[in-house]
């Protein structure tokens, strides 16, 4: 299942960027933001803010390369 692979994917390097899960997951954006939701209401992700572009010399990236949620871990008492 696509959950149990982000949660190892992201247990693995802590961050990622939307753009890096769903080129690894073969999903779309907008389907991918859906499963982070899940994980989000859980607690066990977040979305970390970010303003600007990747460096000051450009603003030509794409939105969901910018985009980087964090694993924030598990809950106890929770599965």
């Known amino acids: 299942m696509i959950l149990s ?4 994917y992201f ?3 802590s961050t990622a960027s939307l753009s890096d899960l769903s080129i690894r997951f073969k999903v779309e954006p907008e389907a991918m ?5 899940h994980w989000m209401r859980k607690g066990r992700v ?3 803010d970010h ?3 990747c460096t000051k010399c ?3 990236c794409k939105s ?4 980087i949620y964090e694993w924030t871990g ?3 008492g929770q599965c």
């Open 5 to 8: 692979g982000i949660k190892d």
């Open 11 to 13: 247990k693995e390097r």
């Open 33 to 37: 933001r859906g499963m982070l939701d």
């Open 46 to 48: 977040r979305r970390l």
């Open 51 to 53: 303003t600007g572009s």
């Open 58 to 60: 450009c603003s030509n």
């Open 64 to 67: 969901d390369h910018l985009e």
């Open 74 to 76: 598990e809950r106890s």
